[in-house]
């Protein structure tokens, strides 16, 4: 029987109607709390695991400094942490590394943007459904298959170009670095090109103006905030790229800015340590910490500056 009486043609509300409806009201919001602490979990790995690298690398390398000054390890020139008299001059190794993903850079860059904006803007549907599957099947190849064929392909290649190349040097590693990196600058670009709205285009055209004078004047200025995140994501991935260095530019240190010459890396430092003898806790194990923490500063170094430029760029268009 009911205990609320109609009232102008509403119908009758019974306490057991309430009382069932607020029950699914709270169980809904229960459910709800537990998706959403399910995803804050989810979101809180990635934060946690970076914390986790920091800190170990942080006590790690400060084991190192309290043995090493950092003044030396800043300003020498060279590295030899495993030989008997020891260097610890982070320089050959940063002087590698920023040479091969600079060669490697020049390479992705360049091609990664025009095929960006040539399947965005110029490719037919039925081209764009071909590449891009080629394009992700290129960054999904093992990095160690790219070492080799860049030491037993790329390298004769230029050899033949330039006879007093090396075998072993940063050139070939780096052109077949930036080969690598292609499909990640490529992909994003395209992306971000695609999210530019139409009506910028139409407008473009209503002007008069060409469909290469609309996508390098219009839809790319408007969309290099994703442009520039593609580039930086290039750049983290050419920092840390480890096998195709290790077996195509060398693994002697060297101090040098010339591409057709033969340096090791800081990755390639680092694969070199972690696959030798050393005992745990010694000074030259350590020395994998101190470059480890140079190298994330460095990529750290490279994502500010990229958010810096997505910024810039976000606000004037």
Same mark, same amino acid.
């Given at each position: 029987? =009911?205990?609320?009486?109609?009232? $102008?043609?509403?119908?009758?509300?019974?306490?057991?109607?309430? =009382? !069932? /409806? *607020?029950?699914? /009201?709270?169980?809904?919001?229960?459910? $709800? /709390?537990?998706?959403?602490?399910?995803?804050?979990?989810?979101?809180?790995? =990635?934060?946690?695991?970076?914390?986790?690298?920091?800190? +170990?690398?942080?006590? $790690?390398?400060?084991?190192?400094?309290?043995?090493?000054?950092? @003044? !030396?390890?800043?300003?020498?020139?060279? @590295?030899?942490?495993?030989?008997?008299?020891?260097?610890?001059?982070?320089?050959?190794?940063?002087?590698?590394?920023? +040479?091969?993903?600079?060669?490697?850079?020049?390479?992705?860059?360049?091609?990664?943007?025009?095929?960006?904006?040539?399947?965005?803007?110029?490719?037919?549907?039925?081209?764009? $459904?071909?590449?891009?599957?080629?394009?992700?099947?290129?960054?999904?190849?093992?990095?160690?298959?790219?070492?080799?064929?860049?030491?037993?392909?790329?390298?004769?290649?230029?050899?033949?170009?330039?006879?007093s190349l090396p075998g072993f040097n940063l050139l070939s590693a780096g052109i077949v670095m930036g080969i690598m990196i292609i499909p990640y600058v490529s992909s994003v670009s395209e992306d971000a090109m695609r999210a530019v709205p139409m009506s910028l285009r139409e407008g473009s055209y209503a002007m008069g103006a060409t469909r290469f004078q609309t996508a390098v004047r219009?839809?790319?200025?408007? %969309?290099? =905030?994703?442009?520039? %995140?593609?580039?930086?994501?290039?750049?983290?991935?050419?920092?840390?790229?480890?096998?195709?260095?290790?077996?195509?530019?060398?693994?002697?240190?060297?101090?040098? @800015?010339?591409?057709?010459?033969?340096?090791?890396?800081?990755?390639?430092?680092?694969?070199?340590?972690?696959?030798?003898? *050393?005992?745990?806790?010694? *000074?030259?194990?350590?020395?994998?910490?101190?470059?480890?923490?140079?190298?994330?500063?460095?990529?750290?170094?490279?994502? +500010?500056?990229?958010?810096?430029?997505?910024? /810039?760029?976000?606000? %004037?268009?």
């Open positions: 029987m =009911s205990v609320l009486t109609k009232a $102008e043609g509403l119908p009758a509300v019974t306490p057991g109607s309430v =009382s !069932d /409806r *607020l029950a699914k /009201r709270r169980s809904r919001h229960v459910k $709800e /709390r537990v998706i959403e602490f399910g995803l804050f979990l989810a979101a809180l790995v =990635s934060v946690a695991t970076t914390v986790a690298i920091v800190i +170990v690398l942080l006590a $790690e390398s400060f084991l190192f400094f309290t043995k090493v000054s950092l @003044w !030396d390890f800043l300003t020498d020139t060279q @590295w030899t942490p495993l030989f008997a008299d020891a260097h610890y001059g982070i320089l050959p190794l940063l002087s590698g590394t920023l +040479v091969s993903s600079f060669v490697a850079l020049a390479v992705a860059i360049p091609l990664g943007t025009i095929i960006a904006i040539y399947l965005s803007e110029f490719a037919p549907f039925s081209v764009r $459904e071909v590449a891009k599957p080629f394009l992700e099947l290129l960054g999904g190849i093992p990095t160690i298959v790219y070492g080799y064929f860049a030491l037993l392909f790329v390298t004769p290649l230029l050899q033949s170009i330039f006879p219009v839809v790319t200025p408007a %969309a290099f =905030s994703g442009i520039a %995140a593609a580039y930086i994501l290039g750049i983290s991935r050419a920092v840390g790229e480890t096998m195709i260095l290790a077996v195509a530019a060398g693994t002697q240190p060297n101090l040098t @800015w010339n591409p057709m010459e033969s340096a090791a890396t800081i990755t390639s430092f680092i694969v070199q340590v972690a696959l030798g003898d *050393l005992p745990h806790g010694s *000074l030259a194990y350590q020395t994998i910490f101190a470059a480890g923490l140079t190298l994330c500063l460095l990529t750290l170094a490279f994502n +500010v500056i990229g958010h810096l430029l997505r910024k /810039r760029y976000r606000q %004037a268009y």
